[in-house]
C-alpha cells in the first residue's frame, strides 16, 4: 500500500519570500502525483501533476514541483509567494489500493499562510 | 473538466441516526469516489462508486456502515448510519477525468459535507 507524508503541518511566510513545501512517498511501483490546493471556503483543485517525463513540471499560479525519484519526493516549489496563495496544499500518489482498484492516497496537507 | 454539487453543505445530526449525502455531476462518469477527511486527517478513500454494480469498498469501511447507491451516470448517495460522534467528518465526492483515450488520474472534487455528530 502507498503512503505519503508531508513534513510540515502549517508554514507561516511573508509576502514574496519563496516557498517549498516536502512531499514524500513510498510505494513500490510506477506513480503518478498530484498537489492539490484548497483555498479557504473552496473545493480541492488540482496545482499540478507528474505523470512521465520532464521531472519538473509546472502548475497553475506560478508553483512547479520535482518529481526525485530515488528520494521518493515531490516537492512543491514557487519563488515568491502571494497573501492569496494562502490555502492547504495536499501531496498525493497515484497507485494501486488494496481493493485492487487504482486510488489516490493522500498527505495530511500542509496549510500555507502568507501574511501581506 | 467536472461540476460536483453535495447536498447537504453541513449538517448537525444526533447519536444513532443516519445521513445521507447525495452527490450531482454535470457530466456523465463511470467511477465516482467518497472520501472522508477527519479533522486534521488526510483525504481518505472509503468507496468506489460504479453505476449498475455494488460498490468497492477500502479496508476499514464495511458498507452497512456506509451504504452508497449509484442510480445512473451523474448520481451518487453515501449514507452514513448509526452515526457516533467519530464519524464527524467532511465527506467528499469526487469524479476522475478520463480524458478521453486516456485516463489523466486527476480527481475532480465536490466542496464536500461536513457533518458534526453530537
Known amino acids: 500500500a502507498q503512503s505519503v507524508s508531508q513534513h510540515n503541518h502549517h508554514v507561516i511566510l511573508s509576502e514574496a519570500a519563496s516557498l517549498e513545501l516536502g512531499c514524500n512517498y513510498s510505494?513500490?511501483?510506477?506513480?503518478?502525483l498530484f498537489w492539490y490546493v484548497q483555498y479557504p471556503g473552496q473545493h480541492l483543485q488540482l496545482l499540478l501533476k507528474?505523470?512521465?517525463?520532464?521531472?519538473l513540471v509546472k502548475g497553475i499560479k506560478g508553483f512547479e514541483a520535482e518529481f526525485i525519484k530515488s528520494k521518493f519526493s515531490f516537492n512543491l516549489r514557487k519563488p515568491s509567494v502571494q497573501w492569496s496563495d494562502t490555502a492547504e496544499y495536499f501531496c498525493?500518489?497515484?497507485?494501486?489500493?488494496?481493493?485492487?482498484?487504482?486510488?489516490?492516497?493522500f498527505g495530511k496537507g500542509t496549510k500555507l499562510s502568507v501574511i501581506p | 473538466s467536472a461540476v460536483i454539487s453535495q447536498k447537504p453543505s453541513r449538517d448537525i445530526c444526533q447519536r444513532g441516526t443516519s445521513l445521507t449525502i447525495q452527490c450531482q455531476v454535470d457530466?456523465?462518469?463511470?467511477?465516482m469516489f467518497w472520501y472522508r477527511q477527519q479533522p486534521g486527517q488526510s483525504l481518505t478513500l472509503i468507496a468506489t462508486?460504479?453505476?449498475?454494480?455494488?460498490?468497492?469498498?477500502e479496508s476499514g469501511f464495511v458498507i452497512d456502515k456506509f451504504p452508497i447507491s449509484r442510480p445512473n451516470l451523474t448520481f451518487s448517495t453515501l449514507t452514513v448510519s448509526n452515526m457516533s460522534p467519530e464519524d464527524s467528518s467532511i465527506y467528499l465526492c469526487?469524479?476522475?477525468?478520463?480524458?478521453?483515450?486516456?485516463?489523466?488520474?486527476?480527481?475532480?472534487f465536490g466542496e464536500g459535507s461536513r457533518l458534526t455528530v453530537l
Open positions: 462508486a460504479n453505476q449498475g454494480s455494488e460498490a468497492t469498498y
Open positions: 457530466s456523465q462518469v463511470t467511477m
Open positions: 507528474y505523470f512521465s517525463g520532464d521531472p
Open positions: 498525493a500518489v497515484r497507485g494501486r489500493s488494496g481493493a485492487g482498484s487504482y486510488q489516490l492516497t
Open positions: 510505494y513500490g511501483g510506477t506513480v503518478n
Open positions: 469526487s469524479v476522475e477525468d478520463r480524458g478521453g483515450a486516456r485516463n489523466t488520474g486527476e480527481l475532480f
